[in-house]
Every structure is written in structure tokens, then in C-alpha cells.
């Protein structure tokens, strides 16, 4: 049984930064990718980041590119998410997800992923 548990999430002014990180209780953590998405009301899911299970790629969308940074801690199986420069359409539910297939590259697209928290909401003031 796998788990995964968003925590961080709040209320920030734009310009402000938050921290989200999530708790993973997966076998062999280190082997799968991680990533996180988003989902803003009355959108679709989006794909913010990605990390691979080493920790030495990464993939962003563009729109977070110098902003967001995306890490993980093998040791304590847990993924983060530093944001920074946050704006307004950055508010959202935040969701971690964990790869459906060990040893890939970050992947981008929310079908490759099998393993979903429950979520962290991220509300940015203008």
C-alpha cells in the first residue's frame, strides 16, 4: 500500500514563498520518479514538476522555470517543493504523485503516475 501525504500548503501575498513537502511510503522510493501537479478551480490538472528517483534530473513547466524548485530526500523518502516569487495563478491544489514504472526520466504527463496524495491548497493574494 502506498501513501503519499502533501503538507506545507497556505494563504501567501504574491512575491511570498511557500514550502510544500511530501511523505512517501513506497518500497524502493529511490527507484521512481516523483512529481508534483496542480489543480486550480474549474481547470484541468496541470504538471508543475518532476523529479527522477536519483534526485539528478529535473523537469518544471515552463511557467515556474526560476521560481519553483523541485527536491527530494531518498534517506527519508520525501519530495519538496520550493516557491518562490509565488503569483496569483499559482493558487491551487497541490498533489504529489509517484511514478507507475521504476528507473524513467521526471516524466511530465499525469497518466504515468499511479499514486496520488490527497492534496495541499496554495492560495496566493494579490
Known amino acids: 500500500q502506498v501513501q503519499l501525504v502533501e503538507s506545507g500548503g497556505g494563504l501567501v501575498q504574491a512575491g511570498g514563498s511557500l514550502r510544500l513537502s511530501c511523505a512517501a511510503s513506497?518500497?524502493?522510493?529511490?527507484?521512481?520518479?516523483m512529481a508534483w501537479f496542480r489543480q486550480a478551480p474549474g481547470k484541468e490538472r496541470q504538471f508543475v514538476a518532476a523529479?527522477?528517483?536519483?534526485?539528478?534530473?529535473?523537469s518544471y513547466v515552463d511557467s515556474v522555470k526560476g521560481r519553483f524548485t523541485i527536491s527530494r530526500d531518498n534517506a527519508k523518502n520525501g519530495l519538496y517543493l520550493q516557491m518562490n516569487g509565488l503569483k496569483p495563478e499559482d493558487t491551487a491544489i497541490y498533489y504529489c504523485?509517484?511514478?507507475?514504472?521504476?528507473?524513467?526520466?521526471?516524466?511530465?504527463?499525469?497518466?504515468?503516475?499511479?499514486?496520488w496524495g490527497q492534496g495541499t491548497q496554495v492560495t496566493v493574494s494579490s
Open positions: 504523485a509517484t511514478a507507475r514504472t521504476a528507473y524513467t526520466a521526471p516524466l511530465t504527463r499525469d497518466y504515468d503516475y499511479n499514486y
Open positions: 513506497r518500497r524502493a522510493f529511490s527507484s521512481y520518479a
Open positions: 523529479i527522477s528517483g536519483g534526485g539528478g534530473r529535473t
